[in-house]
């Protein structure tokens, strides 16, 4: 069983910055695709972006050019740095991990991030 706790919404200013953490316990955080959802109030859940265990990384595109994902295997750590937020941005913001080769899926409980001026 893979643990994920997600920290770091809150409320920002359009135009602001926010930087989620998702720190992973129970496995081998590694060897994992790990990737960060979205859910806006009435919208279905979508992937914001991911990084592979390699480090190779994609994005929506709606958020390109201004989040940046990254990883910390030594931390077991995966971060979102959210910049130039927009109202849009607002959503509870999940933390996944994924093994799709061993049918193995995870989510964290989720951090609400609210852009509103």
């Known amino acids: 069983q893979v643990h994920l706790v997600e920290s770091g919404g809150g409320l920002v200013q359009p135009g602001g910055s926010l930087r989620l953490s998702c720190t992973a316990s129970?496995?081998?955080?590694?060897?994992?695709?790990m990737g960060w959802y979205r859910q806006a109030p009435g919208k279905q859940r979508e992937l914001v972006a991911a990084?592979?265990?390699?480090?190779?990384?994609n994005y929506a595109p709606s958020v390109k050019g201004r989040f940046t994902i990254s990883r910390d295997n030594a931390q077991n750590t995966v971060y979102l740095q959210m910049d130039s937020l927009k109202p849009e941005d607002t959503a509870v913001y999940y933390c996944?991990?994924?093994?799709?080769?061993?049918?193995?899926?995870?989510w964290g409980q989720g951090t609400q991030v609210t852009v509103s001026s």
């Open positions: 996944n991990a994924d093994r799709a080769d061993w049918g193995r899926n995870f």
């Open positions: 129970g496995t081998i955080f590694s060897l994992y695709v």
């Open positions: 990084v592979t265990n390699s480090g190779s990384t």
